[in-house]
């Protein structure tokens, strides 16, 4: 790969755990062009990932590279936690030569692209209008479950969180949650929302109940399926943790309304709440977001919005990290 002409040049990325999103700047401010796919299991590294994208856009190394990862940024040394891919920081900046690489968590780099969503890209799901500079929640189930917000600066700014909220403990409330939660826990030793809350926790929920029931799972071997079973065939198990798994989405996305005092409401990202539709608004997510006790009618205005995105906002939000100091 030749140098890049240009050092307004950049290339952004939106990194999960099964997925790699790739795009090109033209420059500060420039709509993100070229965004393609990869499939993270089919590169050894994250490195070649990105050449494999940069050679076949054929322009050469950008100056600039921000990327938004599915994963804690706590040191140099990257480990991802849901997938194999492991580097160190330092060294993919200078394999490449960039003059600048950013790397934020996924979730950190969607909450940066909240505010400049349009209404025709999020559908509400209960509650009222946000208030004006109020802290913001984020909560989304893909690979696994993403957890950040902003916090309002100043007349105009925002800070957005770095945390990994998916992984708190479980919120199991009734006895089949419970059933799951102790089925979790004696599987990977930590029954964290995040184990029931995302992809493989969905088809693991399904497999437990069926356990519980004596029902064998039939030929149901991923998420999807899991999915495709409660929606279409109404398979009784697949049905309940399809139900279960809004359930306790509700209760995570509530709690965290609560830590945050998120009155300027809640965005649900990731890839799997989209895909379900109107099923979702009509899940026992928003009763549960709500069931807080004495603290129900502090929740019950608070807005909640589904990120109906065609293109990944992360990687904008990505792109505007390069544009603050840090």
């Keep these: 790969m ?190 964290s929302a995040e184990r029931l809350v995302c992809g493989q926790g969905l088809l693991d929920t399904f497999g437990l109940l069926c356990q519980a029931d004596g029902v064998g799972p039939g030929a149901v071997h991923s998420a999807a399926e899991v999915t495709e079973a409660a929606l279409k065939a109404h398979h009784p198990q697949a049905v309940e943790a399809l139900t279960m798994f809004c359930a306790v989405f509700g209760t995570v996305a509530g709690n965290l309304a609560l830590t945050l005092g998120a009155h300027g409401g809640v965005y649900i990202g990731g890839g799997i709440v989209p895909r379900l539709g109107a099923w979702f608004d009509s899940s026992p997510f928003r009763e549960r977001f709500e069931a807080k006790g004495r603290f129900k009618s502090y929740l019950a205005n608070i807005p909640v919005w589904v990120i109906t995105s065609a293109q990944s906002p992360a990687l904008l939000g990505a792109a505007r990290s390069l544009d603050s100091p840090g």
């Design 2 to 191: 030749s140098s890049s002409t240009s050092d307004r040049h950049r290339l952004i990325a939106d990194v999960g755990g099964t997925n790699a999103r790739f795009g090109w700047q033209a420059g500060p401010g420039e709509p993100i062009s070229d965004i393609q796919v990869l499939q993270v299991a089919e590169h050894a590294r994250l490195q070649d990932a990105m050449r494999h994208y940069l050679d076949g856009l054929g322009r050469g190394v950008p100056s600039a590279v921000a990327i938004a990862i599915a994963n804690p940024i706590t040191g140099d040394q990257v480990h991802m936690t849901n997938a194999a891919w492991s580097f160190s920081q330092s060294a993919v900046k200078a394999e490449f030569g960039f003059t600048t690489f950013r790397l934020l968590n996924d979730f950190t780099a969607l909450a940066l692209a909240l505010p400049g969503l349009p209404a025709n890209q999020l559908r509400q799901v209960g509650g009222q209008s946000p208030a004006p500079r109020a802290p913001i929640g984020l909560v989304g189930a893909g690979t696994g479950l993403g957890v950040s917000g902003l916090l309002p600066v100043g007349e105009a700014g925002w800070m957005p969180l770095a945390g990994e909220g998916g992984h708190v403990t479980m919120p199991a409330i009734t006895a089949r949650e419970r059933v799951v939660m102790d089925g979790l826990a004696q599987r990977y030793g930590h029954a």
